[in-house]
C-alpha cells in the first residue's frame, strides 16, 4: 500500500529502538521512543508554507510528535513539517 501525505505532512519511519546498552537487554516496556526517522513520503506543502523535507531524509523530531499508524506490519508516524525539529546531515 502506498500512502501520500496531503499539504504539509510527511510520513516517517522511526529507526529503531535500542536493543541492548552494553550487556543489557532492555525489554520493551522498558525502550525509549525513537527520536530519530527517515522521511517515506511528503505532501506538497501550502500556499503559505513550501515542503522543505524531501524523501530520504533523516531527521529529528520531538517526543510527542505525530499520529501513529501500521501499515502492512509496519510502523510509522504521519506529522506536519513544523513538527520535525532538524534534519540529519
Do not use: C, F, H, N
Not at 504539509?8 to 516496556?29: F, M, N, S
Not at 524531501?54 to 506536519?80: N, P
Amino acid at each position: 500500500m502506498k500512502i501520500q501525505p496531503l499539504a504539509d505532512r510527511v510520513l516517517v519511519l522511526p529507526a529503531p529502538a535500542e536493543e541492548k546498552i552494553g550487556g543489557i537487554i532492555i525489554p520493551d516496556t522498558a525502550k525509549e521512543k525513537p527520536l530519530r526517522g527517515k522521511i517515506i513520503a511528503t505532501g506538497k506543502g501550502t500556499k503559505d508554507e513550501e515542503m522543505i523535507l524531501k524523501e530520504g531524509d533523516e531527521v529529528l523530531y520531538g517526543k510527542y510528535s505525530g499520529t501513529e499508524i501500521e501499515l502492512d506490519g509496519e510502523k510509522y508516524l504521519m506529522m506536519r513539517q513544523s513538527d520535525v525539529l532538524a534534519i540529519v546531515k
